[in-house]
């Protein structure tokens, strides 16, 4: 669920959102996906802008190359494993769409999901500060997902967490408790949301530009 996002706002877009100031270079991308290296904000004293690869590799992870680009906000209340990064290691990844895909026949259709004005919003995420074979450190995040909401539900049986406006601040908040952080990991309102079909093109990782969120068919009803 959610192997793709779109972030097709442009840096002063970004900043204006967050408050803040983005180091570098940023381009609007619509097919984001595992490995990339993303802008995140995060929250290490002061919050702040900083690149981050979607995908943990923790020393347990047993499944070769791939990452963990996920974890289940019930998962959360019960591993100890990830109880250090409720507690101290939350960020924020700023999106405008994620990808879903849905199984006709033979063929998947992809869905791209908006809030309703199609702005700027953020996941809830977790990161890691982890040691490459070759030595050098690397900066990776994960997403929450939750169940889904009735007009994601008609896609998939999970989605990723979306945090209401007003919740972004006390997510990067290094004084509110686990109990408080995972409180705010609920399916966003349906009632809020949009979701159109988009071109096939977006299955490959390698696509890229807007033609793929050109909306290809009737939108989803709840």
Request: aromatic share 10%; with cysteine; hydrophobic share 40%.
């Amino acid at each position: 669920m959610c192997g793709r996002f779109t972030l097709a706002a442009n840096k002063e877009v970004l900043e204006k959102h967050f408050g803040l100031k983005l180091k570098g270079r940023w381009e609007p991308r619509f097919n984001l996906a595992p490995e990339q290296v993303l802008p995140v904000v995060w929250n290490p004293g002061n919050p702040e802008f900083v690149r981050q690869s979607w995908g943990l590799r923790p020393a347990w992870w047993s499944h070769g190359a791939r990452s963990l680009i996920h974890i289940r906000a019930e998962t959360l209340k019960t591993k100890a494993t990830f109880k250090r990064l409720i507690a101290q290691q939350r960020c924020l990844v700023p999106a405008d769409g994620f990808y879903e895909w849905r199984k006709s026949g033979r063929l998947s259709q992809p869905f791209r999901f908006t809030l309703k004005d199609g702005g700027l919003f953020s996941f809830p995420a977790l990161w890691e500060k982890e040691l490459c074979p070759g030595g050098e450190q690397r900066l990776a995040f994960a997403l929450i997902t939750v169940p889904p909401n009735p007009l994601a539900a008609k896609v998939h049986d999970r989605m990723p967490c979306i945090l209401k406006l007003e919740d972004e601040t006390a997510w990067l908040d290094p004084s509110l408790d686990s109990s408080r952080a995972l409180s705010l990991c609920y399916a966003y309102p349906a009632s809020r949301m949009a979701a159109v079909p988009v071109s096939r093109a977006v299955n490959s990782p390698a696509a890229e530009g807007p033609s793929l969120i050109r909306q290809a068919g009737p939108p989803l009803k709840s």
